[in-house]
């Protein structure tokens, strides 16, 4: 089986501070970890990922994520947010042994970043 | 182009109509999706094509059909619906496989309300 937990409704965070939205996983082989971004109205658009290799992941916007096996967790952080970063984020994990072959949303975030 | 289309943007109908959803990518995946999404909730899984083929049907119900023409296009039929069944539903498309590491892009979706 594979899960994913996203353990904050919503995070508030002021322009110009650092922002981590925070994700938690299970799988049973090796996950595949996906953050993605959506603004009201829209579908989702894909931020970052992480397969393998180095545990720091860079993606798009200036967003980060940390892969952390010992813990199971997959955070997304920003150094510095912006009002335009105030949106609905989803982790996503999809066990990249067996299991099943489709995605598995966590309960996303609103991330609210005031000016 | 890495966009993944979807009319109609909006969608009203009743519990007796026919309906159906488009989506289209030329980005020449081989996977496409259907999505469900609630308001404040993440994805939920319908179907999954792989090389124009059925390979995921979440158990949902017959009143909604999938097709896949080609490898670029997509519908959804829908017939004799619910009003639980008002929702945003979501397209989209990755490369390969589904199950693989590759990520997925999302249309803009299609907002159905059945009265």
């Known amino acids: 089986a594979q899960s994913v937990a996203q353990p904050e409704d919503q995070v508030n965070v002021a322009e110009g501070n650092p922002l981590t939205v925070k994700c938690t996983y299970s799988?049973?082989?090796?996950?595949?970890l996906f953050w993605y971004v959506q603004y009201p109205n829209r579908g989702l658009q894909f931020l970052l990922k992480?397969?393998?290799?180095?545990?720091l992941v860079k993606g798009s916007y200036g967003f980060e994520a940390e892969f952390n096996k010992s813990q199971t967790s997959f955070h997304l952080k920003k150094p510095s947010a912006l009002v335009s970063d105030s949106a609905l984020y989803f982790c996503?994990?999809?066990?990249?042994?067996?299991?099943?072959?489709?995605?598995?949303f966590g309960s996303g975030t609103r991330l609210q970043v005031q000016p | 182009d890495t966009e993944v289309t979807q009319t109609p943007k909006h969608l009203v109908m009743g519990m007796t109509n026919k309906k159906s959803l488009k989506c289209e990518q030329h980005?020449?995946?081989?996977?496409m999706y259907w999505y469900k999404q609630k308001a404040k909730k993440p994805p939920e899984l319908m179907f999954v094509?792989?090389?124009?083929?059925?390979?995921i049907n979440e158990s949902v119900p017959s009143r909604f059909s999938p097709e896949c023409p080609n490898s670029s296009l997509l519908n959804l039929h829908l017939h004799a619906l619910q009003p639980e069944d008002s929702a945003l539903y979501l397209c989209?498309?990755?490369?390969?496989?589904?199950?693989?590491?590759?990520?997925?892009?999302f249309g803009p979706g299609t907002r159905l309300t059945v009265t």
């Open positions: 094509y792989s090389y124009e083929k059925l390979s």
């Open positions: 799988v049973s082989g090796n996950p595949y």
């Open positions: 980005m020449g995946h081989r996977a």
């Open positions: 989209a498309s990755s490369q390969g496989l589904a199950g693989d590491s590759y990520e997925q892009y």
């Open positions: 996503a994990v999809r066990d990249g042994d067996t299991g099943r072959r489709a995605l598995t």
């Open positions: 992480y397969i393998t290799g180095d545990n």
